[in-house]
Nanobody, 122 residues
Framework: QVQLVESGGGLVQAGGSLRLSCAAS????????MGWFRQAPGKEREFVAG????????YYADSVKGRFTISRDNAENTVSLQMNSLKPEDTAVYYC???????????????WGQGTQVTVSS
């Protein structure tokens, strides 16, 4: 069981920056791939960015490439999302995700934080 707590959301003007953080309560944080997802009102939750267990590989949605950067600190059990050049369409609740593969068939478990609101005004 992993508990995830996000922080850092808020209100920012278009073109501004925010940094989201997610703290994980687990002794095996480096076993988990981590990611950020977001959900805007009336829309489905969508993938934003992901990072592998070591931090060596990162993945981004096309809509945020070049603007957002995901990173992790395995010593501190945290993952962060630096968001620059924010746009009104980035407005959403942002969720931290932890994923771990549990068997050789590739089945996985997902854990979610409670979400943090990001609002970008035009």
């Amino acid at each position: 069981q992993v508990q995830l707590v996000e922080s850092g959301g808020g209100l920012v003007q278009a073109g501004g920056s925010l940094r989201l953080s997610c703290a994980a309560s687990t002794r095996t944080f480096s076993n988990y791939a981590m990611g950020w997802f977001r959900q805007a009102p009336g829309k489905e939750r969508e993938f934003v960015a992901g990072i592998d267990w070591s931090g060596g590989r990162t993945y981004y949605a096309d809509s945020v490439k070049g603007r957002f950067t995901i990173s992790r600190d395995n010593a501190e059990n945290t993952v962060s999302l630096q968001m620059n050049s924010l746009k009104p369409e980035d407005t959403a609740v942002y969720y931290c995700n932890a994923k771990v593969v549990v068997n050789v068939e590739g089945a996985s478990l997902d854990y979610w934080g409670q979400g943090t609101q990001v609002t970008v005004s035009s």
